[in-house]
């Protein structure tokens, strides 16, 4: 999330960040917000309670992107249908790995290749349509802590870059698949 926060205060950066919403009442993720001055709220509850109360505040607030960062809940196809497009990053190249724990999952498989992806969220487990992914090699001698740091680096990189091309119209969902429309050539 800061990551993102860091990227919006570029006067050209096509975003900005308005809400922040927890599940939980510790997340850090608020406070760093607070101390931004980004609107931050815990919400308590599960399921459909939760979803409605946090629905309500992303319409309220006229939000028109929602940016997972840390969240680790299945959104049910009822809040995905009302809500505005939803990003999510994953510390693997998904489809591999999905779930908790993907770094040690590459780790225990054995990977040469690990890496992050950016995906549009749907109603499965890290599912949803891809739309940028990078690649971070495997050290023979890497822990499961040691790759989530290097994949870190990355996601801080990488995840702004997605919000970019939204925020700037460059994404189109095509099924299954993101296209990324290239710039348009300046004849001038």
Same mark, same amino acid.
């Given at each position: 999330?800061?990551?993102?926060?860091?990227?919006? !205060?570029?006067?050209?950066?096509?975003?900005?960040?308005?809400?922040?919403?927890?599940?939980?009442?510790?997340?850090?993720?608020?406070?760093?917000?607070?101390?931004?001055?980004?609107?931050?709220?815990?919400?308590?509850?599960?399921?459909?309670?939760?979803?409605?109360?946090?629905?309500?505040?992303?319409?309220?607030?006229?939000?028109?992107?929602?940016?997972?960062?840390?969240?680790?809940?299945?959104?049910?196809?009822?809040?995905?249908?009302?809500?505005?497009?939803?990003?999510?990053?994953?510390?693997?190249?998904?489809?591999?790995?999905?779930?908790?724990?993907?770094?040690?999952?590459?780790?225990?498989?054995?990977?040469?290749?690990?890496?992050?992806?950016?995906?549009?969220?749907?109603?499965?487990?890290?599912?949803?349509?891809?739309?940028?992914?990078?690649?971070?090699?495997?050290?023979?001698?890497?822990?499961?802590?040691?790759?989530?740091? !290097?994949?870190?680096?990355?996601?801080?990189?990488?995840?702004?870059?997605?919000?970019?091309?939204?925020?700037?119209?460059?994404?189109?969902?095509?099924? !299954?698949?993101?296209?990324?429309?290239?710039?348009?050539?300046?004849?001038?």
């Amino acid at each position: 999330m800061q990551a993102i926060i860091n990227a919006s !205060r570029d006067p050209g950066f096509p975003a900005a960040v308005d809400l922040v919403i927890s599940d939980r009442e510790d997340a850090p993720a608020l406070e760093k917000a607070r101390r931004d001055n980004i609107e931050a709220h815990f919400i308590p509850g599960i399921g459909r309670e939760w979803e409605d109360k946090a629905l309500k505040l992303i319409e309220h607030n006229e939000i028109d992107l929602l940016c997972l960062a840390g969240f680790m809940r299945v959104l049910s196809p009822v809040f995905l249908k009302q809500a505005p497009p939803v990003m999510n990053i994953h510390p693997s190249l998904l489809p591999a790995f999905p779930g908790l724990n993907a770094q040690k999952q590459a780790l225990d498989y054995g990977v040469k290749v690990s890496g992050c992806t950016i995906h549009f969220v749907d109603s499965g487990v890290d599912s949803g349509p891809i739309i940028l992914q990078e690649e971070v090699r495997v050290a023979q001698d890497d822990s499961a802590a040691d790759l989530a740091e !290097r994949i870190l680096e990355v996601e801080h990189r990488l995840y702004p870059r997605a919000i970019e091309l939204w925020a700037k119209g460059k994404l189109e969902v095509k099924g !299954r698949k993101v296209e990324i429309k290239e710039e348009a050539e300046n004849d001038g």
